[in-house]
């Protein structure tokens, strides 16, 4: 596995709180739930490269919202 960047992010309390609610929904930590909301959006717009077709977003994306 390739070594993930690291970066400061700066956020509004109110985004990072339902952030953190979410996540803890979806049984992620708010990191992770950070990564699969931008790599989702990346997929949809057709901005992510090198990505296999089995990626582990749009096996969720199947999972939530099947049909």
Request: avoid cysteine.
């Amino acid at each position: 596995m390739a070594e993930k960047k690291k970066f400061l992010l700066r956020i509004d309390e109110n985004i990072y709180a339902s952030l953190e609610k979410w996540a803890a929904d979806d049984l992620r930590s708010i990191n992770a739930q950070i990564e699969f909301l931008l790599k989702d959006l990346l997929i949809k717009n057709n901005r992510l490269k090198n990505i296999s077709a089995d990626s582990s977003v749009e096996s969720e994306a199947k999972k939530n919202n099947p049909g």
